[in-house]
Nanobody, 129 residues
């Protein structure tokens, strides 16, 4: 059974940076799309960024130009580089994986939590003002 394990969260001041990692077990990592989602206190979980099987990158408008998603299929690891962090970026960050998927998928498709079948346990990111 595939598992996802996030790391790299922590406490940072506004304007700072953090890099999250998500390492997967299993054999199908390279044949899937991957995403990052976050949940702020009292709010629903929301889309942050995704990378398709073919390498297309998609971002929520709120993080575009500040966050960078990337994947290393050889290491079975997904990354999220977060720069210029703001207090509103605070929350629990989750990585997620789809089942085997076509090479390319639209932003609307990959922004939906329903297309992901495996989730990590989450890592806390706190940005102080």
């Amino acid at each position: 059974q595939v598992q996802l394990v996030e790391s790299g969260g922590g406490l940072v001041q506004a304007g700072g940076s953090l890099k999250l990692s998500c390492t997967a077990s299993g054999r199908t990592f390279s044949e899937t799309a991957l995403g990052w989602f976050r949940q702020a206190p009292g709010k629903e979980r929301e889309f942050v960024a995704a990378v398709s099987r073919g390498g297309e990158l998609w971002y929520a408008d709120s993080v575009k130009d500040r966050f960078t998603i990337s994947r290393d299929n050889a290491k079975k690891t997904l990354y999220l580089q977060m720069n210029s962090l703001k207090p509103e970026d605070t929350g629990v960050y989750y990585c997620a994986k789809t089942p085997r998927i076509a090479y390319y998928a639209s932003k609307d498709y990959l922004a939906s939590q329903k297309v992901y079948d495996t989730w990590g346990q989450g890592t806390q990111v706190t940005v102080s003002s």
